[in-house]
């Protein structure tokens, strides 16, 4: 059976000796920022909210920061030009396709898929609220 091309794709990590400090592993995420700037959810978007999670390698297509949002668990997967990409699993646990991934059309998509919106719901203080308010129980 022939490989795919998405079978020499590998997962990578940043150096053990990362300092932290904002590098190339974290300018993707800036870049996306830089994008959504004029847009309204952007006042729910922070870099500091990001757990870095790892990089997509694929031949001949840009490295894939992927990140995960610390409060609302989603992932944003940012490439080092500031395209955003969403992954689309293998139809079953069997296939040996790991995956791939596809551009998002927009901005929005990937805002909207971040769940960005819940964000005063999550962190109320951040944002002017002195009480969590649940909405699951009133």
């Known amino acids: 059976m022939p490989k795919r091309p998405d079978a020499m794709s590998r997962h990578v990590f940043p150096p053990d000796d990362r300092t932290g400090e904002c590098d190339e592993w974290c300018a993707p995420l800036h870049l996306f920022q830089e994008r959504i700037a004029h847009h309204?959810?952007?006042?729910?978007?922070?870099?500091?909210?990001?757990m870095l999670m790892g990089g997509w390698e694929r031949p001949g297509r840009p490295l894939l920061?992927?990140?995960?949002?610390?409060?609302?668990?989603?992932?944003?997967?940012?490439d080092v030009a500031g395209d955003v990409w969403r992954y689309?699993?293998?139809r079953s646990y069997s296939d040996r396709n790991p995956g791939r991934y596809v551009r998002l059309a927009s901005v929005d998509d990937a805002l909207v898929r971040l769940n960005l919106g819940e964000m005063p719901w999550l962190a109320p203080a951040r944002f002017g609220h002195t009480q969590r308010h649940d909405?699951?129980?009133?």
Not at 65 to 78: D, E
Not at 135 to 138: F, H
């Open 135 to 138: 909405r699951w129980c009133e």
């Open 40 to 50: 309204p959810l952007a006042v729910f978007f922070d870099v500091d909210d990001f």
């Open 65 to 78: 920061i992927l990140s995960k949002h610390g409060y609302t668990r989603r992932y944003i997967n940012v």
């Open 88 to 90: 689309i699993a293998p």
